[in-house]
């Protein structure tokens, strides 16, 4: 398989998966009346190389990392 291809199978489950958070996180909060939240932040180094994806969610004041 190139490697175009095995990008895009890639980008396209992710995008699923965070389609599916979104989803799921709206629906708590029309039923439960709250304002959870995620925020995905690329991590890099001080010389800019990628070193990974911090995946937040907020769930009133409680934070998980």
Known sequence: MSEELKT???FKKKSLGL???KER???FN???N???SFLI???KTKEGTAMGTRVCF???KNQLT
Do not use: P, V
Request: charged share 45%.
């Open 41 to 43: 932040k690329d991590l």
């Open 19 to 21: 389609q599916i958070t």
């Open 30 to 32: 029309e039923r439960e």
């Open 25 to 27: 996180l709206e629906f």
């Open 8 to 10: 895009e199978r890639l």
């Open 58 to 60: 907020y769930f009133g």
């Open 34 to 36: 709250k304002s959870y």
